[in-house]
T-cell receptor, first 117, second 108 residues
Framework: DTEVTQTPKHLVMGMTNKKSLKCEQH?????MYWYKQKAKKPPELMFV???????INESVPSRFSPECPNSSLLNLHLHALQPEDSALYLC????????????????FGSGTQLSVL | GDSVTQMEGPVTLSEEAFLTINCTYT??????LFWYVQYPGEGLQLLLK?????DKGSNKGFEATYRKETTSFHLEKGSVQVSDSAVYFC???????FGAGTRLTVKP
């Protein structure tokens, strides 16, 4: 199994809603990532979990709250989002998540297309 | 800090044309270099990689050579197909970030 599975595929929410994005992998990877991708732009790194601990937070607003319940699951809790937060949210995983590892490659899910009204 | 600079395009080619997408990097150490591809409606997937200077990565007819002297990792393909239409991203291992992306459209 070399898949990263993200749910839901599409999400529409209001600015007062609370919702969660989910990501799952069963490749034994110990690093998981959240990226945000606006249309016609590259993915922007948001968070990195390594061995279930948050190792990188790219100064993301607190209305985005990541959670890593175990080594296979990654959640992104959303609350009080703004319309400009509408984007494709991508989850990825890698073996270790160590920037010093020369051969680390990322495995991506297909993303959740989020619309904030 | 480490970074990549990628020619943004878009690039439009006819089928069987030669493709080059430029990528240059700035790095203090010796990172690995990657090309990822994103097809419409999907996440990114690794196309090829090179882990040290003079290494050549290759996959599906695409090639890129890690050139330390010119700090480049240009993507090439000798004969593109309509199915190669996608967005291509250059990336550094040390950064987990991506270049701006180059949208390739191949017309029959």
């Amino acid at each position: 199994d070399t898949e990263v599975t993200q749910t839901p595929k599409h999400l529409v929410m209001g600015m007062t809603n609370k919702k969660s994005l989910k990501c799952e992998q069963h490749m034994g990877h110990r690093a998981m990532y959240w990226y945000k991708q606006k249309a016609k732009k590259p993915p922007e790194l948001m968070f990195v979990y390594s061995y279930e601990k948050l190792s990188i937070n790219e100064s993301v607003p607190s209305r985005f709250s990541p959670e890593c319940p175990n080594s296979s699951l990654l959640n992104l809790h959303l609350h009080a989002l703004q319309p400009e937060d509408s984007a494709l949210y991508l989850c990825a995983s890698s073996q270790v998540g160590d920037r010093d590892r020369a051969d680390e490659k990322l495995f991506f899910g297909s993303g959740t297309q989020l619309s904030v009204l | 800090g480490d970074s990549v600079t990628q020619m943004e395009g878009p690039v439009t080619l006819s089928e069987e044309a030669f493709l080059t997408i430029n990528c240059t990097y700035t790095a203090t150490g010796y990172p690995s270099l990657f090309w990822y591809v994103q097809y419409p409606g999907e996440g990114l997937q690794l196309l090829l990689k090179a882990t040290k200077a003079d290494d050549k990565g290759s996959n599906k007819g695409f090639e890129a050579t890690y050139r330390k002297e010119t700090t480049s990792f240009h993507l090439e393909k000798g004969s593109v197909q309509v199915s190669d239409s996608a967005v291509y991203f250059c990336a550094l291992s040390s950064d987990m970030r991506f270049g701006a992306g180059t949208r390739l459209t191949v017309k029959p």
